[in-house]
T-cell receptor, first 117, second 113 residues
Framework: AQTVTQSQPEMSVQEAETVTLSCTYD???????LFWYKQPPSRQMILVIR??????QNATENRFSVNFQKAAKSFSLKISDSQLGDTAMYFC??????????????FGKGTKLTVNP | KAGVTQTPRYLIKTRGQQVTLSCSPI?????VSWYQQTPGQGLQFLFE???????NKGNFPGRFSGRQFSNSRSEMNVSTLELGDSALYLC????????????FGQGTRLTVV
């Protein structure tokens, strides 16, 4: 079974600075997807960024980028120019394509990020 | 377009009762997944429905069940509620074919007393 580990329960960063959230995963699959989701106090899970395992290029979405190391099974999220609105729980998630197309996300325990003014 | 809608937002139930939660997916989405979120266990997959059929199931007891209607709306039911069922229940919808982004609702906060 796949597992996702986020080793940093809490982190804080000053506004406008850069922060990196860590995630490692365990799988024997070669084809899969990785995601970072953000859950603000409103509780709604919002997709921040995704990475297909077959792509060597790291995904980037505006201020958010990932460092995907497939051999090391590592998938970290870098947030540049941190903003107060980035304060939230961040979850790393894994999904493998399955026969029949079933989509099941396996989540890490989350990292609570606080951006300080 | 409208997002994923979950009702009700909050519920308080007594041990032994049963509860039904509802999820209306984004228009055009045929897959609905349910997740349980607790402080201790984090986010855990309950089940996924696609075109009215359960396509995948997590490791939860049979007290947890679900169904999907022809309009893709889904319900999950928990019978004989236990204190440990207190959680945030999240629903996610996607197109369901090929790789697609899952969009989440705001969840239903269930408290069992």
């Amino acid at each position: 079974a796949q597992t996702v580990t986020q080793s940093q329960p809490e982190m804080s960063v000053q506004e406008a600075e850069t922060v990196t959230l860590s995630c490692t995963y365990d799988t024997s699959e070669s084809n899969y997807y990785l995601f970072w989701y953000k859950q603000p106090p409103s509780r709604q899970m919002i997709l921040v960024i995704r990475q297909e395992a077959y792509k060597q290029q790291n995904a980037t979405e505006n201020r958010f980028s990932v460092n995907f190391q497939k051999a090391a099974k590592s998938f970290s999220l870098k947030i540049s120019d941190s903003q107060l609105g980035d304060t939230a729980m961040y979850f790393c998630a894994f999904m493998k394509p399955s026969q029949g197309g079933s989509e099941k996300l396996v989540f890490g325990k989350g990292t609570k990020l606080t951006v300080n003014p | 377009k409208a997002g994923v809608t979950q009702t009700p937002r909050y519920l308080i139930k007594t041990r032994g009762q049963q509860v039904t939660l509802s999820c209306s997916p984004i228009s055009g989405h045929r897959s609905v997944s349910w997740y349980q979120q607790t402080p201790g266990q984090g986010l855990q997959f309950l089940f996924e429905y696609f075109s009215e059929t359960q396509r995948n199931k997590g490791n939860f007891p049979g007290r947890f069940s679900g169904r999907q209607f022809s309009n893709s709306r889904s319900e999950m039911n928990v019978s004989t509620l236990e204190l440990g069922d207190s959680a945030l229940y999240l629903c996610a919808s996607s197109r369901g074919q090929g790789f697609n982004e899952a969009f989440f609702g705001q969840g239903t906060r269930l408290t069992v007393v």
